[in-house]
């Protein structure tokens, strides 16, 4: 099975401490996974957003940032 993710999703399974978050980590890791080509720059939005708020370090967003698409097998059209 396949599905379409947004920077939002991918942070949320990165940092979010909830089963939601763990089911979707588990579905990035075993389902192909699609999206747009700009994922990355929304990703960095994201993650700068967390960093601003005082809900993320920026260590933490950094390492986030670094290997969350690389860990991911995500189809862009």
Known sequence: MSF?????ALVYANIANEDAA???RYRLRD???HAT???GAGLGNV??????R???TAD???AVL???PGSLSIDTP
């Not at 993650?47 to 601003?52: A, D, I, K």
């Open 4 to 8: 379409v993710v947004d920077a939002s």
């Open 47 to 52: 993650l700068r957003r967390h960093v601003v």
């Open 60 to 62: 933490h967003g950094a």
């Open 54 to 56: 005082g809900t993320m």
């Open 66 to 68: 670094r290997h969350a």
């Open 37 to 39: 080509h700009l994922v």
């Open 22 to 24: 763990a089911r979707l």
């Open 31 to 33: 389902e192909t996974v």
